[in-house]
């Protein structure tokens, strides 16, 4: 098993950026494509990024594309999710996860392993 703690989030104001942590610990991610996922307030939860185990490969979510970047470092064992020129509409709890299969990765019942979440307020 693979444990997630996610690190990062805050209160910030529009435009300004973030640099949200995901540390694992249990099993290197090296194998597990990871992604993350946010809920906002009375909505589903949906995913925002995902970088793949294999080749990491990267896809994003059309709300966030050319605003963040995910990455990874394997020897640190923690995935990264760089978000700039933050929108009031960011705001949500942003979730960790991880699954070691490669297909519909962008669906949230793929993942096996979550973290507890780190919540991401952006003010207008």
């Known amino acids: 098993q693979v444990a997630l703690v996610e690190s990062g989030g805050g209160l910030v104001q529009a435009g300004d950026s973030l640099r949200l942590t995901c540390a694992a610990s249990g099993r290197t991610i090296s194998s597990y494509s990871m992604g993350w996922f946010r809920q906002a307030p009375g909505k589903e939860r949906e995913f925002v990024a995902i970088?793949?185990?294999?080749?990491?490969?990267?896809y994003y979510t059309d709300s966030v594309k050319g605003r963040s970047t995910i990455s990874r470092d394997n020897a640190k064992n923690t995935v990264l999710l760089q978000m700039n020129s933050l929108k009031p509409e960011d705001t949500a709890v942003y979730y960790c996860?991880?699954?070691?299969?490669?297909?519909?990765?962008?669906?949230?019942?793929?993942?096996?392993?979550w973290g507890q979440g780190t919540q991401v307020t952006v003010s207008s």
């Open positions: 970088i793949t185990r294999l080749g990491g490969s990267t």
């Open positions: 996860a991880a699954t070691p299969h490669s297909g519909e990765i962008t669906r949230e019942q793929t993942y096996a392993y």
